[in-house]
């Protein structure tokens, strides 16, 4: 039984037909070229990745730093999803033009909307240089000094490297936990302009009810460009500059997708730690998330009652809504998947067979302590770290008064530490951007959310680590008189307060009733909680290393893949549905008509566009419906994570067929735990795009700058 659980963990390709995992690109030739092919790809690891000439990860580009998406015309069109648009969109919208009710499209290059700070980074090369960052580390440094001597050399390298352009950035990343050092080049365009999205009712069909969940109806996409200089090189927004022409770009595959066709996913996916100990994912479980799910839940619950009374509210707090709500469902997932998938007993049943290979390779004096250690760190670290999250859920995440207080306290701490002119800077480029901050903020909202949060903060936070002050609070007459009291519920007030000799800023600051709750939290947070908890959080990073460094060591042959740290991969794995409990079977591709049986008239979450019912009552689906039916979303056994969002789904050609947006709600614990019996990606079926950018948005120009295949007609 305890080998076959290993192998849930750790399997090889003859064993199970696919077990997860996110490649570094650049190193794809070989066994995992061959299992790919064996599942069905029909391309070469050097059409996804080539350095000399052009490629697929060419087409890929890391969206504003958090989200993927993906080259799809010779003009630069970006294809990426609605929810990572989201901001954008909001940004443009009004009550007059609210372009996340009704949806936004440029009918010519004139009405594409600029987005002021938003990148787009492509991947030039990528490198192993492992051997050049650990030269000179040795086992009989401190950790403190390897640490010294790494970030030395990854500077030395990192200034001396030679970019072939002027403008190309270089960045050396960690990976399995500092066994091997990669670098990467990337080139970074800031010109990017929104160019359509469909109305929210469609490109967040089914909302935060549906989300993580399957079977789903969301055409979860938004369109933009690239533009760049007339020389085709970044620059910033300029009316001068044209649309982006790309080395690489997807051609788009109408021949739809059946189960068991092989699909690949390429992206950024952020952050995944799928070897920690058991005691790590107990804590998980019993401790970490319920704090922060319960935070967020209370936050929900007030924003939610005012956005559903209220279209100016929902329209300030829909984009923070749907952040806030996306991890903490999340969580919720993740915690039944841990649960109902046995992962603790695994990783229990892991670290015996680790112990077992351990003794037998006569490897005892290196790493005969890591699992002790292990154990002993984290229940050092448990109440520290539930510490830690509440407080981070609490004033940086949740409750907006307190999140622009703890960064004023952040102010007078670069007095205390840099002096009066860094102190000045950091005060004037605070102000510059309160400004849009304050759009959005809604102070009535806000104390209601404070109050609940703040209930939870105390409850939850352990006694030893709670300040004084708070142990006997009146919270709704605290949040009264902070609100009512406070020059940081406006932005003329936190201007007011910014405003003046150096001396008279700090002093106002202290005053406000704002700033000096916060700073007493602060203060706590900084003097009683992170000194300890870095302390024996370094020393876990420190075992977490060498633990990894033992199981690449003492597993030679497993599938073993270094985690997601927002670095460019990718992931394959065939189209299949799944069973998730007793007698339940879910099928891989939904369709329009479920989008109609899930239709509400009115209600936010569920509502649907008249035009759309009209075109699914008519079957008007043109080339891209198949036997009568409009595919909206299918899912499949693509090991993805957040950063994932917008990722293209390529078939075996290399054509785009989908969009990843996603993952089912039972197989969410993929970021720590990933099985192949439940874990699923979930992707917008590109035929389902481009209808509603063809036949609902009547935006035919934009499929025009397309390539479209059909590559199952080849024979």
């Known amino acids: 039984m305890k080998f076959l659980r290993l192998l849930l963990v750790f399997c090889s390709f003859s064993v199970f037909a696919q077990q997860g995992g996110m490649w570094i690109p650049s190193l794809l030739e070989g066994e995992r070229e061959a299992e790919m092919k064996k599942l069905g790809m029909k391309i070469s690891a050097k059409d996804i990745y080539n350095h000399n000439q052009s490629s697929l990860k060419d087409a890929i580009v890391h ?42 499209w440029a009918m ?34 401190t ?35 500092g066994n091997q050092f990669v670098l990467f080049v990337t ?10 999205a469909p109305p929210s009712s469609i490109g967040k069909f089914g909302s935060d009810t549906d989300n993580w969940v399957w079977p789903r109806h969301t055409g979860d996409f938004a369109l933009f460009r690239i533009y760049a200089d007339k020389n085709n090189k970044p620059a910033d927004y300029s009316v001068d500059n044209v649309p982006y022409k790309p080395k690489h770009f997807l051609p788009i595959s109408l021949s739809g997708i059946e189960e068991d066709d092989f699909t690949m996913v390429f992206g950024f996916p952020g952050r995944t730690s799928e070897y920690l100990p058991s005691f790590a994912v107990e804590q998980t479980i019993n401790n970490l998330n319920p704090a922060r799910i319960e935070i967020r839940d209370n936050a929900l619950k007030v924003m939610d009652e ?24 999340k969580w919720i997932g993740e915690k039944q998947g841990l649960e109902k998938s046995g992962a603790l007993q695994i990783k229990r049943d892991f670290e015996k067979e680790f112990t077992v290979r351990m003794n037998k390779m006569g490897k005892q004096k290196q790493y005969g302590n890591l699992l002790a250690d292990f154990e002993k760190d984290y229940n050092d670290i448990e109440d520290l770290a539930v510490s830690y999250e509440v407080f981070v859920e609490t004033f940086l995440r949740n409750v907006e008064l307190l999140t622009t207080a ?74 009264n008189e902070i609100y009512s009291q406070s020059k940081l519920t406006s932005y003329s007030g936190a201007q007011q307060l910014l405003s003046g000799t150096t001396e008279e800023v ?75 409990r007793d007698a339940v079977y879910y099928e891989p591709v939904t369709y329009l008509e479920g989008v109609v049986e899930k239709y509400i008239p009115g209600d936010y979450e569920f509502d649907v566009p008249q035009k ?89 120009h934009l499929i025009d700058e397309m390539k479209i295949v059909y590559p199952k007609k080849k024979k």
């Open 63 to 104: 969206f504003g730093g958090g989200c993927t998406s993906e080259i799809i015309s010779p003009n630069g069109l970006l294809l990426t999803n609605h929810h990572c648009g989201y901001g954008q969109i909001q940004s443009h919208s009004t009550v007059e033009n609210d372009y996340l009710e009704d949806g936004f």
């Open 108 to 141: 010519s290059l004139e009405e594409e909307l600029p987005n002021s700070g938003l990148t787009a980074t492509f991947i030039v090369k990528i490198e192993d240089v492992t051997t050049t960052i650990l030269n000179g580390v040795t086992a009989s440094m």
């Open 143 to 177: 950790e403190e000094e390897q640490k010294k001597k790494i970030e030395a050399n990854i500077a030395s390298l990192s200034n001396s490297y030679p970019k072939e352009e002027s403008y190309q950035n270089v960045s050396i990343r960690s990976f399995f936990e």
């Open 187 to 196: 080139e970074v365009y800031k010109d990017v302009r929104l160019v359509g």
């Open 306 to 329: 005012y956005m559903r009374a209220d279209r100016a509210i929902k329209i300030q707090y829909a984009s923070k809504f749907a952040r806030i709500a996306n991890y903490w469902k």
């Open 406 to 479: 703890y960064r004023l306290n952040q102010l007078e701490q670069v007095l205390n530490s840099r002096g009066e002119q860094a102190f000045t800077d950091r005060k004037n480029n605070t102000i510059a951007s309160l400004e849009g901050f304050y759009k959005d903020f809604n102070a009535e909202v806000d104390q209601k959310v404070f109050e609940k949060v703040i209930a939870v903060y105390v409850a939850k936070t352990p006694a030893q680590y709670l300040p004084e002050a708070f142990k006997n609070l009146d919270y709704k007459s605290i949040a």
């Open 506 to 580: 700090i002093q106002k600051l202290n005053d406000d009733k704002a700033y000096s709750f916060v700073k007493i939290a602060y203060n706590n947070f900084f003097d009683n909680i992170i000194p300890k908890y870095d302390e024996i959080n370094t020393r876990i990073s420190a075992t977490q290393r060498n633990y990894m460094k033992a199981i690449l060591e003492l597993f030679p042959d497993a599938r073993i893949f270094p985690d997601a740290n927002s670095t460019l991969r990718i992931t394959y794995g065939k189209v299949g549905g799944y069973a998730p």
């Open 612 to 700: 759309l019912l009209d075109l699914y009552h008519k079957k008007d689906y043109g080339i891209y419906g198949k036997d009568g039916k409009m595919a909206v979303n299918f899912i499949a056994r693509n090991h993805t994570t957040g950063g994932n969002s917008g990722s293209p789904a390529l078939d075996a050609h290399g054509n785009l067929i989908g969009l990843n947006f996603d993952r089912v709600w039972e197989g969410t614990m993929s970021d720590i735990h990933y099985d192949p019996e439940i874990c699923r990606n979930i992707m917008v079926d590109i035929r389902y795009v481009l209808f509603v950018v063809d036949k609902y948005a009547g935006a035919k």
